[in-house]
């Protein structure tokens, strides 16, 4: 079981970078609790506002809108574990997400693949994944797996079962993956049964975990609750991921992005946990700034590094694991 070096530490000596006081972070705390309470969040599933309902936030059912009160935000946080655990197929590639370690995995998702015997720059097939797994499971620096491409040549309706096969018959390690929606997510975890050798053996080591995004601002659409609550009901991982942009779907400043953010994660960690108390959850961050010349995201850029360090600082706060893109 893998344990990497711990980062973000305070250290006596040496350089470091702190993005956000403490009183910075309680402050964009009590600012995110603030929208969720007052402005709310739209959700577009109607078992997910049943969830939301039950668990005593205020559903208005002809807009779709939920305000959530902050102790019931809070007490979903405090019921996320701060440990989580991702299982791969061979024991040695198991990783403990904890605290402040640092793992590394390969990005998704490739829309065009450099063709390695002819030069030629084209969309990527299914064989091209079963490629680009073999090539990551090979490598000693990626932790973890997470499809780098997907099954242009199949059909895209069905495509996350392609990809998932692609994925978890050629590495080792453990495997992330977007499955589209909650249907397809229990199909990949009956494929990912298989492997593991039945219910029982991939219940003590689910070899897989589900990637979701809230769509910015402010909103959980049906896929989007479906993901989150399949996650929890199997007690399989849940990286909520949020992918707002600054000056584009969120506000230009950087706290004002921080606040949008966090209330489009902290929603959706609170309907994980209002589904299954305990689940295990990821708080993610695809978040950037805009380039105001294309209406592009921007990546490997100034903004970017401190809107990803801000984020995993938010996520220290809360004692939950955190998956932070790079640039």
Same mark, same amino acid.
């Given at each position: 079981?893998?344990?990497? $070096?711990?980062?973000?530490?305070?250290?006596?000596?040496?350089?470091?970078?702190?993005?956000? #006081?403490?009183?910075?972070?309680?402050?964009?705390?009590? *600012?995110?609790?603030?929208?969720?309470?007052?402005?709310?969040?739209?959700?577009?599933?109607?078992?997910?506002?049943?969830?939301?309902?039950?668990?005593?936030?205020?559903?208005?059912?002809?807009?779709?809108?939920?305000?959530?009160?902050?102790?019931?935000?809070?007490?979903?946080?405090?019921?996320?574990?701060?440990?989580?655990?991702?299982? *791969?197929?061979?024991?040695?590639?198991?990783?403990?997400?904890?605290?402040?370690?640092?793992?590394?995995?390969?990005?998704?998702?490739?829309?065009?693949?450099?063709?390695?015997?002819?030069?030629?720059?084209?969309?990527?097939?299914?064989?091209?994944?079963?490629?680009?797994?073999?090539?990551?499971?090979?490598?000693?620096?990626?932790?973890?797996?997470?499809?780098?491409?997907?099954?242009?040549?199949?059909?895209?309706?069905?495509?996350?079962?392609?990809?998932?096969?692609?994925?978890?018959?050629?590495?080792?390690?453990?495997?992330? $993956?977007?499955?589209?929606?909650?249907?397809?997510?229990?199909?990949?975890?009956?494929?990912? #049964?298989?492997?593991?050798?039945?219910?029982?053996k991939f219940k003590e080591r689910p070899l897989?975990?589900?990637?979701?995004?809230?769509?910015?601002?402010?909103?959980?659409?049906?896929?989007?609750?479906?993901?989150?609550?399949?996650?929890?009901?199997?007690?399989?991982?849940?990286?909520?991921?949020?992918?707002?942009?600054?000056?584009?779907?969120?506000?230009?400043?950087?706290?004002?992005?921080?606040?949008?953010?966090?209330?489009?994660?902290?929603?959706?960690? #609170?309907?994980?946990?209002?589904?299954?108390?305990?689940?295990?959850?990821?708080?993610?961050?695809?978040?950037?700034?805009?380039?105001?010349?294309?209406?592009?995201?921007?990546?490997?850029?100034?903004?970017?590094a401190l809107i990803s360090g801000a984020v995993?600082?938010?996520?220290?706060?809360?004692?939950?694991?955190?998956?932070?893109?790079?640039?």
């Amino acid at each position: 079981m893998k344990r990497n $070096f711990h980062a973000g530490i305070q250290l006596s000596a040496g350089l470091s970078l702190n993005i956000l #006081t403490d009183d910075e972070v309680e402050q964009i705390h009590l *600012g995110t609790l603030e929208l969720l309470d007052q402005t709310g969040i739209y959700v577009e599933d109607e078992k997910a506002l049943d969830r939301f309902e039950a668990g005593g936030a205020n559903v208005d059912r002809d807009s779709r809108v939920v305000k959530i009160p902050p102790f019931v935000v809070e007490e979903a946080i405090r019921s996320a574990p701060s440990k989580v655990i991702l299982p *791969g197929r061979d024991p040695k590639h198991d990783l403990v997400l904890e605290g402040k370690r640092v793992h590394f995995t390969n990005f998704s998702e490739g829309i065009l693949v450099n063709d390695p015997h002819t030069g030629e720059s084209r969309e990527p097939l299914k064989k091209d994944l079963v490629e680009s797994a073999r090539v990551i499971d090979y490598l000693d620096e990626i932790d973890f797996c997470e499809k780098a491409l997907g099954a242009h040549d199949e059909d895209q309706l069905s495509v996350p079962l392609h990809n998932a096969e692609a994925y978890l018959t050629n590495t080792t390690k453990h495997c992330a $993956f977007g499955p589209g929606n909650g249907k397809l997510l229990n199909k990949i975890i009956e494929m990912a #049964t298989a492997i593991a050798g039945g219910v029982k053996k991939f219940k003590e080591r689910p070899l897989v975990s589900f990637t979701t995004c809230p769509v910015s601002p402010l909103k959980l659409i049906t896929d989007c609750c479906e993901i989150i609550m399949e996650s929890a009901r199997n007690n399989v991982v849940c990286n909520i991921l949020s992918m707002a942009m600054a000056g584009g779907t969120s506000p230009a400043t950087l706290a004002g992005t921080l606040v949008t953010h966090n209330a489009e994660i902290l929603s959706g960690l #609170t309907l994980s946990q209002l589904t299954r108390k305990g689940a295990p959850v990821i708080y993610g961050s695809s978040t950037t700034a805009m380039d105001l010349k294309l209406a592009a995201a921007t990546v490997g850029t100034p903004e970017c590094a401190l809107i990803s360090g801000a984020v995993a600082r938010l996520a220290r706060r809360y004692l939950l694991p955190s998956y932070v893109a790079g640039g």
